[in-house]
């Protein structure tokens, strides 16, 4: 005889609230529903700065230039975080996308655990912080005065995040190696 043959049918009460339980994973749905219209609104954001940038493309000095690139870039790196938040957390919390094997179905997408989620985000994180950082910089080069205390911050804002991501990354590692029970 199996294990589950021996096994005792669960009570009633039991089945219902497991069942209602599992079932409210759905409530996260609208949360991502939320997120598409914040990338929706993030686009907006992008074109409404690329078209007030590129009026001036004929007067841009080269350091300007590469500042309105970051800032595209820097919109461009959050709209790819969210969409890889809104894919692989409906994915891991919800339910699966079934995209019926479409060819354009980023290769990520169902392969990215709560862990690596993790890692994307800070990564993503880093990415727009240095941006930011650079940023400033760029602008003191340039002869704009920034307080010493904003810089210092930025840079430590930066560095907290560098140690995290390597803080998260490591204790992923070390959960890796340890035996799963």
């Known amino acids: ?7 005792k049918p669960k009570p009633t009460a039991e089945r219902w609230l497991e069942a209602g339980l599992f079932h409210s994973r759905w409530l996260m749905a609208p949360f991502y529903v939320g997120l598409v219209a914040a990338l929706i609104a993030l686009l907006v954001v992008f074109f409404n700065e690329a078209v ?12 300007q ?9 820097d919109l461009s790196l959050a709209g790819n975080l969210l969409l890889i938040v809104i894919f692989s ?27 690596g989620l993790k890692m994307k985000l800070i990564a993503s ?7 930011a950082l650079l940023k400033a910089f760029m602008e003191l ?31 992923d590692w070390l959960a890796g190696q340890t035996d799963k029970h």
């Open 1 to 7: 005889m199996t294990d589950i043959a021996r096994r």
């Open 52 to 63: 007030h940038e590129l009026s001036h493309l004929f007067v841009m000095k080269p350091n």
């Open 65 to 73: 230039a590469i500042m309105m690139v970051l800032s595209l870039i």
């Open 89 to 115: 957390g409906y994915e891991n919390f919800v339910s699966k996308i079934d995209t019926a094997d479409d060819e354009d179905r980023p290769s990520w997408m169902g392969t990215v655990d709560f862990s």
């Open 125 to 131: 994180i880093v990415a727009i912080s240095a941006i």
């Open 141 to 171: 080069s340039e002869g704009k005065v920034l307080s010493d205390r904003s810089l210092m911050w930025l840079v430590v804002i930066h560095v907290t995040f560098v140690v995290s991501g390597v803080l998260l990354a490591l204790m």
